[in-house]
Structures are given as structure tokens and as C-alpha cells.
């Protein structure tokens, strides 16, 4: 943004000069014309990674609370209790899949290439429901309820903060999808589906993070 | 996302010099709807609202602890009273007054037209309001004892029903992402509205303040949040993470102090971090010098949001493990905030000694100029605010290095958090109003008001503050709902109480005279450029149009206005005063 250039002494002079000594004369002119009426470009995109940031804090202060817990108890996860692999192993690799899909939306939106897109936010999406499937089945194989155990209910807060940011990523997607068929998105505009797969993404590393917790730390030692 | 409506669709058309362009966000019919002055401006009256009840609250609690074994209010009723007296002062008045005139002036300091996203601004003032009114409707649904902290006890599922803490933990979430909200959008406007040629090392400190803030607040609200909805949890849900123990099935409810102020504690100093800014633009004008070293005061309010972090554990009674690891943290933390006053002061000093812009250039040997920028109500704000920031300092390194820890479980801790946050957060807050609120709303406060607010504020806080230190060191248990004669805490009670008492006549006048003079009308019409100012802010009409600027001065370095005020040839001799319109001169020459 620095369109003007600047004498070497402006930045660094530590006091307002006394009138007639001054060493800056800076030529006023004429006034450029108001104030950027609109934002720059990725605007959105900033303001999703920021809210990405925040959302993460509240991901962290439970994973810490999980992580707390689980220092201080005996056996982890308590007795009885068998999560398993083989559904946090297909939901991961359907989710890293999705984070593909997506990006090939983008990808595609940037060379101006709507059928693609269209075609690869129709696949994202479909990998989305996939996963609310399988996290479904989840919950009903868990075998134990929302407050038997702290475990249990970290379970369904970590996974159940998941399938919240899905259900919202998706209805997001929705959108991005019937504005690509709508034909809004060209080589140089697309920022919405820019930030909309940021919002994509933080999802899937929210599915990362709590699956890390619930099945990779959940042993001791 | 909300956030992706707003993109670029294309570059707005240059704006024509002469005619004000058409707003260029919303149709005619709504115009102000959206606009950040006039949003800006509800926050800040709401929390001014909210401090009013926080300050009754405190009065009553006052009245209860005036004179030894007083029967005001009953010890529950005491709680209830200290527990939403925190809870408004904290969450419904200093972090949406902040919320407000950040949002009001930083666009205006950086030459913006408006926030990155206006629709979302004008949502979080809604999703503001609706956690407010939670807050308030929760001790009317049932009885909210907990301390504003609520860790005395932690309202977890056993023992403590009803309805009241779900509210205030639904309410307080919902303030929480306001806030979240608002500040993203901030974030976001500085970093992509800014005018050509400011650059980021360029913008007022002020505005870098309220930057510094956000990106605090952005990261320490949400584990707030996470901590307010697991408690939620626990209480609606019949889950147990906060109670019973370990090993029993159950959760820690030592976890409940931990995540709270890992959230809260940075959130207290994001709360100060915006006072710092606005006294150091402040001092800066009316000594009629840019601040001695801009480098090291915007590193220094950097590093205050940096170390933050660091210091939580210290507020944490029952933390063992690493905490001479918090104390250093608490302590590191204050040095920033020393190296800051250390800045302001040599600013101080120059603009005593040297030339001075306001002036444009003449020596400062004119007594009467001395007096005029010097006695400028904002100004004495600022000067006021030193002292009580000094106080709380020296308060929080006592409560830092306190090894028994008994400093944060009495009046030291009230003490400390009422010098540091509450009171100099405040009278931060009183001051930008003094010096933005005439570029907003378009008067001016009462001069002679002003120096009565500030002798009742600054003289009741620090009386207040002083008291409060006195019971900490004879150890009177900070929530404390009466004392017996013998306890010899009779006399540091009363100057706390004459203290309270002071400031809300000081708060009552403050009040009037805002409603007067801007709603009434009563002020002197402040002009574009009542102080002599330096930044953006001062280059359009007090109050500003919709769309903020019809035209922006060219900007050089961090100080636009003082450039085109003293850098003209052969206007120095014949230098704008103070009260002059920039804005109408500049451009016909």
C-alpha cells in the first residue's frame, strides 16, 4: 500500500521541528480522492482465518480439559470402554478426501472452470454426508450415553463439535455450489469459495485434533 | 459465512473531490444502520448503562460495609451483589466500551469509510445485547453467588440448582462472541482498509492498541466460551467434568479456576491495552510532539498482548506445579507497561521544554498556550490516569511475588484488579470519550465539569484503591459480607465507602454533562480539529459524514495532520490554532 514515497528522515524524526528549521516539506497537493470504499481482495479470507482462530480456542479449551482429565484418572478410557480404530480410520480418510475435493474447487474456480467446480463442491459435499454417517454410527456403537463417564462426555462434545462445524461448512458449501452454477465465481473473482474452503479445511483439522485426542491419546503411557 | 458477503465485487469508482459520494454500502432507506459511528456509539452508551448499574451494586455493597456488623443486605443477597457487580463492570461495561469506541475511531483514524464487514457489526451489537439482557435476567431467575470468577464456590451440578447460572453462563457466552466478532472485524479493517500510504507502522497508537487488543481477545474469549458451554454442560446436561474427582468417575473441578483464567486473565490486560493507546495518542497531541520513540511504545503495547498469556497461573490458588514459572510471567508482563510511562513521560517533558506543533512550531515559552494544551480536559484525563495505573502496578508486583498466596484471596487481589483494570481501564475509557466523543457526536464536554469529573473519578479510585490496599495487608477475606468492630478494619472500610461514594457523584456528572452537551446540545460545537491533532481522525467534519471522508490529506508518515500543519512553507508563521478547520484550509492551497 505504501504508494508514496517517503523521505528517509519522516519515519524516524523524534520531534516537530521549530518553524523555519524544518527539514521535511511535505508537498500537500492535491488531496487523493476519499477512502477505499470497499475492501481489498481477501477480505473475507482474513476474516474466516480469524474467525477459524477463535473457533480453534474454544476446540483447545476442551481438548485441554480432555487432556487434564485424563492425567488425573486411573484408567483411560475407563473400564469396559472400546472405542476402537476402524471408524476414526474411514472418517479420516474420508476427510482428508473432502479437504481434496475442495480444493479442487478452487482450483478449478481459479481457471475459470465452473462445470469443475460445480462438479468438485457436488463431491465435497457428498464426502460431507459420508462423514455425518459414519459419526452417527459412532455414536450408536459407542455403547455408553452422553454422561456415563467424563470420557463419554468428552466422546460426544469432541465429535458432536465436529458434525456442528460440518453441518455449518456444509450449508456453506450449499451456497458456494449453487453460486458457481449461478456462474458468480470467475478467474478473478472467487474470494468466497477462497474463504469458504479455509472454513472447510479448519473443520477437517477439527476432526484431526479431537480424533487425536479420543483415539491416539487415549492410552496411558 | 457471514463473513464471505461482502467481498470485492469490483473497485468502488473514485469518489468526486467535491460531492460526497453516495453512501457506499447500504440503499438510502436504512442509512445508518450499518454505519460503525453509529453502532460504535451504542455499545459505548449501553456500557455506560451497564456501569451505571455495576457502580449502584457496588454502592450498596458499600453501604453493607460502611460500619462494623451492618445489616443492609443479608450475606446471600451481598453475594448476589458483588457477583453481578463484576460481572457487569467486567464483561457489560469495559469490554463493550472498548468494543464501541474502537469500533467508532479506528476507522476514522486509519481513513477508512467503514468496517470490513458492516452487517456483522451491526449482528454483534444484536447478539451484544441479547447476552446482556441474559446476564441481567439471571438473578432474577434464581440466586447467582459465585464471584464473578464463578469459583466461589463453582456453580457445578450438586448442590446449586437453578436456572440463573445456566442464564449467565448462556448470557456471558453470547457477550463473549459479540466481542469475538466485533473485534475480527477490526482486525480485518486495519489490516485491509487502511488509507494509501498508511502503513501498518504508520497507524495511531490507538488504533495499534485496539489491533493488539483484538487479536488478544479473539484468542483468550473463545476458551472462555469453551469454559462457560462445558459448565453448561455439566449443569443442564447432567455431565461431571467440573465435579467429583478423578478416579470416581467423575472430572476436576480444580480445572474450573485453570481454563477460566487462562481465558480471563489475558482478557483483563486486553482491557487495559486500549486505555495505554488512547493515553499515549492523547499525551502525544496535546504535548504537541509525536511520542519520543513510536518504535518502542508500539513494541511496548505489542509485547503487553504478547506476555499476556503468560502470567494466569498466578491468579490460580490451588496451582502447585510451575508456579514460579507464573510469577515470572506475571511480573514480565508489567515491564512493557513501565517502559510505556517511561515514553510518555519524555514526551511530556519535550512538549514542556521544546517547540511544540500544536502551536505550529513555537516554542513552548507562552505560558498561557503551556496552560491551554496542558489544562485541555482530555489531557488531565490522561495525567489523571497515570497515577492509578502506577497504583495497580505496584499492586500486581506485590500480588505476584505474594508467597502465601493470601494476596489473592483478600482485599489485595479487590485492590489490585480495581487499580489496574477496573480503575485505570476506566479512566482510560473517560478520557477517549473526552478526546474522540467531541469527533463523533459533535461537542465538546464541559470544561469546568470535566476538571470536577476528573477530581471526583481519579481522587475517588485512588481513595477507593488505597483503602482497599489497607485491607488487604490486615488481611480482611476478600468477599466478606460484614466485619465485627473488633477486626480493627472499621476505618480502611469507610475510606473505601467515602472512595465509592466519590465516584459515583463523579460518575453521575460525567453522565450529565455527556447527555448535555451531546444530546442536549449544550457543548461548544467542537470543529473538525479541536486539539490540534495529529492523526486521520482530524481531517473531516466532528461528526463525521456517512462515508467518513470526502477527501483525505496525502499521508507521509504516522502523523498526517501535523505534516500538512507545520511541513507548508509560510504557514507556520501564520499556524491554524487549535480551534481552526483543517479540513476547509487544506486543500485550497
Redesign the interface.
Known amino acids: ?4 514515497a ?2 528517509a528522515t ?2 524516524n ?8 528549521v ?1 527539514p ?21 479470507t ?3 482465518l ?2 477459524c ?10 481438548v ?2 480432555y487432556l ?2 485424563k492425567s ?3 484408567a483411560w478410557p ?1 473400564k469396559g470402554v472400546h472405542v476402537g480404530t476402524y471408524i476414526p480410520t474411514i472418517v479420516s480418510i474420508t476427510v482428508a478426501m473432502s479437504g481434496f475435493a475442495m480444493q479442487w474447487a478452487v482450483f478449478a474456480a481459479r481457471r475459470n472452470d465452473g462445470r469443475n467446480a460445480a462438479v468438485a463442491l457436488g463431491l465435497t459435499i457428498f464426502l460431507g454426508v459420508a462423514v455425518l454417517n459414519l459419526e452417527w454410527l459412532a455414536f450408536v456403537r459407542a455403547g455408553f450415553g ?5 470420557y463419554a ?2 466422546f460426544y ?1 469432541l465429535i458432536g463439535y465436529h458434525v456442528f462445524h460440518l453441518l455449518v461448512a456444509m450449508a ?1 458449501v450449499l451456497v458456494m455450489a449453487l453460486r458457481t452454477l449461478a456462474g458468480h465465481f470467475t478467474t478473478d ?1 472467487h ?2 469459495l477462497r ?2 474452503a479455509v ?1 472447510w479445511q479448519y473443520t477437517n483439522l477439527v476432526w484431526f485434533v479431537s480424533a487425536t485426542a479420543l483415539f491416539i491419546l487415549s492410552r496411558h503411557g | ?1 457471514a ?7 469490483e ?2 469508482p ?4 467535491d460531492a460526497p ?1 453516495a453512501s ?1 454500502v447500504l440503499p438510502e432507506a436504512w442509512p445508518r444502520g450499518t454505519d460503525h459511528k453509529f453502532i460504535g456509539s451504542l455499545f459505548v452508551i449501553l456500557s455506560l448503562l451497564f456501569l451505571v448499574a455495576g457502580v449502584v451494586l457496588s454502592l450498596v455493597m458499600r453501604a453493607q460495609l460502611t460500619t462494623a456488623d451492618a445489616s443492609v443486605v443479608g450475606e446471600r443477597t451481598y453475594r448476589q451483589l458483588f457477583t453481578m457487580h463484576g460481572t457487569m463492570s467486567v464483561f457489560l461495561f469495559l469490554l463493550p466500551v472498548w468494543l464501541g469506541l474502537g469500533s467508532a475511531v479506528v476507522p476514522l483514524q486509519i ?4 468496517m ?2 458492516p452487517r ?1 457489526h451491526a449482528m454483534a451489537l444484536w447478539v451484544f445485547l441479547a447476552g446482556g439482557a441474559m446476564v441481567v435476567g439471571a438473578p432474577m431467575a434464581s440466586d447467582v453467588f459465585h464471584g464473578w470468577a464463578l469459583g466461589d464456590p463453582i456453580p457445578e451440578k450438586l448442590g446449586l440448582p437453578g436456572r440463573g447460572p445456566d442464564l449467565l453462563l448462556l448470557g456471558l457466552s453470547l457477550v463473549c462472541l459479540a466481542a ?1 466478532l466485533v473485534m ?2 477490526l ?2 479493517t486495519i ?9 501498518l ?2 497507524i495511531p497508537m490507538f488504533s495499534w492498541s485496539m489491533l493488539v487488543s483484538g487479536a488478544v481477545l ?6 472462555l ?3 462457560f ?2 459448565l453448561f ?1 455439566d449443569r443442564h ?5 467440573f465435579s467429583g ?3 470416581s ?4 473441578p480444580l ?1 474450573w479456576p ?2 477460566f483464567w ?2 480471563a486473565y489475558p482478557m483483563l490486560w486486553a482491557l487495559l491495552i486500549p486505555a495505554l493507546g488512547a493515553v499515549s495518542d492523547i499525551l502525544a497531541t496535546f504535548a ?3 511520542l ?2 513510536r518504535e518502542r511504545a508500539m513494541a511496548a503495547i505489542g509485547a503487553v498482548g504478547v506476555l499476556s498469556f503468560a502470567g494466569w497461573g498466578s491468579e490460580v490458588t490451588n496451582l502447585v506445579s510451575a508456579r514460579a514459572l507464573f510469577v515470572v510471567g506475571a511480573l514480565v508482563v508489567l515491564v512493557p507497561v513501565a517502559s510505556l510511562i517511561l515514553n510518555w513521560l519524555l514526551t511530556l517533558r ?1 512538549g514542556l521544554r ?4 500544536v502551536d ?4 513552548s515559552t507562552d505560558r498561557d498556550a503551556l496552560r491551554r494544551r496542558f489544562g485541555a480536559t482530555p489531557m488531565l484525563w490522561a495525567l489523571g490516569f497515570l497515577p492509578v495505573l502506577a497504583l495497580g502496578l505496584a499492586g500486581s508486583v506485590v500480588s505476584a511475588l505474594d508467597a502465601t498466596r493470601s494476596a489473592h484471596t483478600n482485599y489485595w487481589q479487590v485492590a489490585q484488579q480495581h487499580g489496574l483494570f477496573f480503575g485505570a481501564a476506566t479512566i482510560g475509557a473517560v478520557a477517549a470519550l473526552s478526546f474522540w466523543g467531541p469527533k463523533l457526536w459533535g461537542y465538546r464536554l464541559s470544561d469546568a465539569l470535566g476538571k470536577l469529573e476528573l477530581l471526583a473519578l481519579v481522587g475517588g479510585t485512588l481513595l477507593t484503591v488505597l483503602g482497599m490496599f489497607v485491607l488487604g495487608i490486615q488481611d480482611f477475606a476478600r468477599h466478606s459480607a460484614t466485619f465485627s468492630s473488633s477486626d480493627n478494619v472499621g476505618p480502611a472500610n469507610l475510606v473505601v465507602s467515602v472512595g465509592a461514594a466519590i465516584v459515583g457523584l463523579g460518575l453521575l456528572v460525567l453522565l450529565l454533562d455527556l447527555v448535555a452537551s451531546q444530546v442536549g446540545g449544550r457543548g461548544a460545537r467542537a470543529g473538525a480539529d479541536p486539539w490540534g491533532g495529529q492523526s486521520l481522525e482530524w481531517a473531516t467534519t466532528s461528526p463525521p459524514p456517512l ?12 502523523t498526517p495532520l ?3 500543519r ?4 509560510g504557514t ?2 501564520a499556524a491554524p490554532g487549535p480551534d481552526t478547520d483543517l479540513v476547509n484550509e ?2 485550497a ?1
Open positions: 500500500m505504501a504508494m508514496v517517503v523521505p519522516a519515519d524524526l523524534p520531534v516537530v521541528p521549530a518553524a523555519g524544518a521535511v516539506v511535505l508537498p500537500t497537493g492535491a488531496p487523493v480522492p476519499g477512502p477505499p470504499g470497499r475492501p481489498r481482495r481477501g477480505t473475507g482474513i476474516g474466516t480469524l474467525f482462530a477463535a473457533d480453534f480456542m474454544v476446540l483447545a479449551a476442551i485441554a480439559t487434564s482429565i488425573g484418572s486411573a475407563p452422553f454422561k456415563a463417564h467424563t462426555t468428552l462434545l456453506v473473482r474470494d468466497p474463504a469458504a472454513f | 459465512m463473513m464471505t458477503d461482502t467481498e470485492v465485487e473497485a468502488a473514485p469518489a468526486p473531490v459520494p457506499p481513513g477508512a469509510s467503514r470490513a464487514f456483522l469475538v475480527i472485524n482486525v480485518v489490516v485491509q482498509l487502511r488509507a494509501p500510504g498508511l502503513t507502522r504508520r479473539i484468542l483468550a474469549l473463545p476458551v466460551m469453551g469454559a458451554g462445558m454442560v446436561y447432567g455431565a461431571s467434568l474427582f478423578t478416579g468417575r467423575g472430572g476436576n480445572l485453570r481454563l487462562f481465558g504537541g510532539r509525536r519520543a520513540s519535550a521544546g517547540p511544540n506543533a505550529a512550531g513555537k516554542e462515508h467518513n471522508f470526502d477527501a483525505l490529506p496525502e499521508i507521509r508518515s504516522d501535523l505534516d500538512l507545520i511541513g507548508r512553507p507556520a508563521a487544506s486543500p492551497s
